[in-house]
């Protein structure tokens, strides 16, 4: 057996994995018959019993949810520890790119996520509406979760399976690293042409969710978090790690940089998602909770706080700029 | 703050009714406290290792011939010392040595007291030692596992090596070896290198292996090839593919116990699943009169997941907290044997306390979700019971 | 108030529907107080389950101040009953691990959001019923009358506009039943409607202003 395969956090990560897909899978049948046979205005008893059924639907995803959003920080605490194992990596970037597979695993969590977030959200406005309005959108979002769960775990297998403990990978200080004349930022910018598109697109999204243009909200949020990803990596982690060649997304997740990195990602893409959820509901379904605009508001500024806070403080302490 | 009306009730229901989950609580608790044992002595080892392989040499440069480590002649530290990048090449002679009843062994480690010493706790060690003493005769210093040993076998003073040669060489025991590399020490022997080349067999010009060190980490791939290539019979050990051995080794042991924890955990999910349905069928009248009452579905989910979620919380932080107790306060009994196997001359090692985040948050994702996941299904099943079952 | 048109209600057991309850049309006005009566198996438990939103039927309309709950979903019935509908049971239906003061506050829950408000209501609720006095007893250890007592407390604590009673005077004695009586005049007169499912002769003629509806083989005569 692989020595990736023995390690403890491996286990016990996979392992949960699988009992979230069985319990996927348990809720996928009533979920088909619920596409198939969905009457409300029936009385018949299987009508009612579909009622009942989709409580348990209802209950598997909302599980299925807090325990994937914690298994996605212990994943990436996971592959931090395993750089240990693979020989040139010194953080999770190294380890994740080890193989084709780790990129689009990573992205997969958050896609489902993301989609999970968006059918809660219906959910719970299902209840609150006197005929379950959405039903059959709900069962065809569950029927598209379970699609991407299934291609998240073949990804897991590949990737956890196809990590070679003796070839050495590259680690961030190259994977991000500014080779000889390439630029590495998104649309050709430059350093200081990005940071300003960053606070731009920030307060332009702040704007458009309070003032609930929806369309404005969703393309901002997009560009925001495009902008947002290439900003941390190479402008902001340099002030988290205060050495101007430290590009890397992974590393601030350590010890060393207090964890801010799970703060810094989750309440960018935590704010980004919200504001999205909160685009697409109104949009498609004509749904407009505050709420979601206010905790979005809220994070993505967290998020934009920190960031400038790093920057900030170290101005501070040393007068000048990185 | 205003109190939740649904908090008080869950409180409430919970402790009236707690007999209903005694039995699933305290085989959790157990069934917790197994597992973080284990997953505690493996990540204090790991620990300690990890600290005594940081404080060691770079790289380990052995000779091997028909696969098997032998003596290496003195010259090739001049060598080693000629490829760039190398620095500070240091000798050992190292060797087990076997007692009368030839079924017990002591490490014997020669070191050079008058030179730089290539590991950071032998060099604080022989700080220690008043050396002009120390070499004026045959003297020792040895392990605390090997003082008691030679203790009970009546060499209080010092002790009769029997040479290769069939000589009997008598050194006296000078110290004893502090207990802070207790792990690594505890079956060792000190003494100058002379001496151990004597006890051990090895000719005056011969020295088991060598280390050395190379400061510059990037350069540790293309000199560890180099050094390959300098003889045939040369073999390189990095103090990182050590460091990965002993990880393998300790996660492939607590890794067996994981499994067997999980096909118990397998068995206990289908127990669960058994005794929830059934604690929950005898509280049917019980859930269909909160339903007449006005309970929807969802209350009732959230009432009852709390109580699960309850058990698991109140198991874990007890399984967690005794297994702490078990292994640092109390050196764990039986299972550290396991652990270390029987090869130690003595196993009573002080374990030093580290609570690895990595260690307590898997025992709680896995014992969260295994829990959890079992009882949806019943908990799900009660929870849409028909009000009128309480009219019947 | 309680508007019910075309009421069945079958089982379907085997190759036979069984029809507990066949075209009922029933119309009950605001505080006004039904007593339904019919021999035992007659359905005025299924129909008063059907009110209270506590069954579904299997076809027609019932309308409760004008919104119809037969179709519900599960939050808003589960609502109607804890703020709509207060009921008796036939067997008291109390929970033994619990005290009285507990068992009387169980509808609260899921409603209030408040532990003053509900305590405020408890209090006065046991006052309404006059079992203050056994707040705190365990109640598997109270007489049948008391326990009566606490059921009427319970039913009433969410103050509904609905009260509805199932046998309730099943398993009392003559005194402790016509006590109960007394309690139903009260509620009555506090302006609720009260449905008694009944077969007790003792409601035939009710010291206030009563309708007595029977019920045979399922279908109202
Ligand atoms: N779940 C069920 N399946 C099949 N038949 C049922 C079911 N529930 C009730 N019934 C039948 O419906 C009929 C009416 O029952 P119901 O409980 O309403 O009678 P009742 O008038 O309340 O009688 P009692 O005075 O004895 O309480 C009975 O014949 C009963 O057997
Ligand atoms: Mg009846």
Redesign the interface.
């Known amino acids: 057996m692989s020595?990736i395969l023995?390690?403890?956090?491996v286990?016990?990560y996979l392992?949960?994995e699988s009992?979230?897909f069985?319990?996927m899978l348990?809720a996928l049948l009533p979920t088909i018959k619920i596409v198939i046979k969905w009457k409300?205005?029936s009385?018949s008893?299987e009508q009612?019993a579909l009622?009942?059924r989709a409580?348990?639907v209802a209950?598997?995803v909302d599980?299925i949810f807090v325990?994937k959003f914690?298994?996605l920080i212990?994943f990436v605490?996971?592959i931090d520890?395993l750089s240990?194992?693979v020989?040139g990596a010194m953080c999770a970037a190294g380890v994740v790119s080890a193989n084709d597979y780790g990129m689009p695993l990573l992205f997969f969590k958050l896609l489902i996520l993301f989609v999970m977030l968006l059918w809660m959200t219906l959910h719970r406005y299902d209840?609150?509406?006197?005929?379950?309005p959405f039903m059959r959108y709900k069962s065809w979002l569950f029927i598209a979760i379970f699609v991407l769960v299934v291609v998240e775990m073949l990804l897991e297998i590949g990737y956890f399976t196809h990590i070679d403990?003796r070839r050495?990978v590259s680690c961030c200080s190259a994977l991000f690293g500014q080779l000889e004349g390439a630029n590495p930022l998104p649309f050709g910018l430059d350093m200081l042409k990005m940071i300003i598109r960053f606070y731009l697109l920030y307060f332009v999204n702040i704007v458009a969710l309070i003032a609930r243009y929806r369309a404005l909200t969703m393309t901002s949020s997009i560009l925001f978090l495009i902008i947002s990803y290439y900003s941390v990596v190479y402008f902001f982690g340099t002030y988290v790690y205060e050495l101007p060649t430290h590009k890397c997304p992974f590393c601030m997740m350590q010890k060393e940089y207090y964890f801010i990195g799970y703060l810094v990602w989750g309440s960018l893409f935590g704010g980004v998602s919200i504001s999205l959820v909160w685009a697409i509901m109104g949009s498609l379904f004509g749904i407009d909770k505050s709420i979601y605009r206010n905790i979005s508001v809220l994070f993505i500024s967290i998020f934009v706080l920190i960031c400038t806070s790093y920057v900030v403080v170290y101005y501070f302490r040393n007068g000048v700029f990185l | 703050m205003r109190s939740s009306p649904f908090l008080y009730f869950f409180t409430l229901q919970f402790f009236r009714e707690y007999k209903n989950h005694l039995a699933t609580t305290v085989i959790s608790i157990a069934l917790i406290f197994l597992l973080s044992a284990v997953l505690f002595i493996s990540s204090s080892i790991k620990y300690s290792i990890d600290i005594s392989l940081g404080a060691q040499a770079d790289f380990v440069v052995e000779r091997v011939r028909g696969g098997k480590k032998v003596d290496l002649p003195i010259e090739w530290i001049d060598t080693l010392l000629e490829t760039r990048g190398v620095q500070k090449v240091t000798t050992r002679v190292h060797g087990r040595y076997f007692f009368e009843d030839k079924r017990e062994w002591a490490l014997i480690v020669g070191i050079d007291f008058m030179d730089e010493q290539s590991n950071r706790a032998l060099e604080k060690l022989v700080e220690s030692v008043d050396l002009e003493k120390f070499l004026f005769s045959s003297n020792m210093l040895v392990g605390d596992g090997v003082q008691r040993y030679l203790k009970e076998h009546f060499y209080p003073k010092g002790y009769n090596f029997l040479t290769p040669d069939g000589k009997y060489k008598k050194v006296s025991i000078f110290g004893t070896i502090p207990n802070s590399l207790n792990l690594m020490s505890n079956n060792m022997i000190i003494m100058p290198q002379e001496l151990a080349k004597e006890i051990l067999g090895i000719k005056k010009s011969m020295v088991t292996d060598l280390t050395l060190n190379v400061p510059n980490d990037n350069l540790w791939d293309s000199i560890s090839d180099k050094i390959a290539s300098l003889y045939y019979d040369i073999r390189v050990l990095t103090k990182r593919e050590m460091q990965k051995a002993y990880e393998n080794m300790y996660n492939y042991k607590s890794g067996v116990f994981l499994m067997l924890f999980l096909i118990t955990m397998a068995t206990f999910v289908l127990i669960l699943y058994q005794r929830y349905s059934m604690v929950f069928s005898s509280q049917r009248r019980n859930i269909g009169l909160l339903r007449a009452v006005g309970w929807s579905i969802r209350d009732i989910l959230k009432l009852k997941l709390y109580e699960s979620l309850m058990v698991v919380l109140v198991s874990y932080v007890i399984g967690v907290s005794l297994a702490y107790l078990y292994v640092f306060v109390f050196d764990s009994p039986v299972l550290i044997d396991m652990f270390l196997g029987g090869e130690n001359l003595d196993h009573k090692i002080k374990l030093i306390p580290v609570v690895d985040f990595g260690v307590l948050s898997s025992i709680f994702l896995i014992y969260t979700v295994a829990f959890i996941a079992s009882v949806l299904i019943p908990t799900w099943s009660i929870a849409v019971t028909d009000p009128k079952e309480a009219m019947l | 108030m309680i508007t019910i048109e075309a009421l069945q209600r079958y089982f379907d057991g085997g190759d036979e529907r069984f029809y507990a309850l066949k075209d009922i049309d029933l119309h009950i006005g605001r505080g006004e107080c039904v007593v339904l009566k019919g021999v035992s198996g007659s359905g005025k438990t299924t129909l008063l389950g059907i009110i209270g939103g506590l069954d579904k039927p299997s076809s027609g309309k019932v309308m409760v101040d004008g919104e119809p709950i037969s179709k519900l979903p599960d939050l808003h019935l589960s609502n109607f009953r804890a703020q709509k509908i207060g009921i008796i049971f036939q067997h008291y239906n109390l929970m033994d691990h619990l005290t009285s003061r507990e068992n009387i506050l169980v509808p609260l829950i899921p409603v209030a959001n408040d532990m003053h408000r509900v305590e405020e209501m408890t209090d006065a609720a046991m006052k309404l019923a006059s079992i203050s006095h056994k707040a705190d007893m365990q109640t598997s250890r109270l007489s049948g009358g008391e326990k009566q007592r606490v059921a009427i407390a319970r039913a009433v604590v969410s103050d509904p506009d609905i009260i509805l009673c199932d046998e309730p005077t099943a398993n009392l004695d003559r005194e402790n039943s016509l006590k109960f009586i007394e309690s139903i005049q009260m509620l009555h007169q506090l302006g609720k409607t009260v449905v008694i499912a009944t077969h007790d002769p003792l409601f035939d003629d009710l010291p206030f202003k009563s309708r007595v509806v029977h019920l045979e083989d399922g279908r109202l005569v």
């Open positions: 020595e023995l390690n403890n956090q286990i016990v392992v949960s009992i979230l069985v319990l348990i409300f205005y009385f008893q009612f009622e009942k409580y348990l209950t598997i599980f325990v914690f298994l212990y605490f996971t520890a240990i194992l020989p209840l609150e509406a006197k005929e379950y403990t050495v």
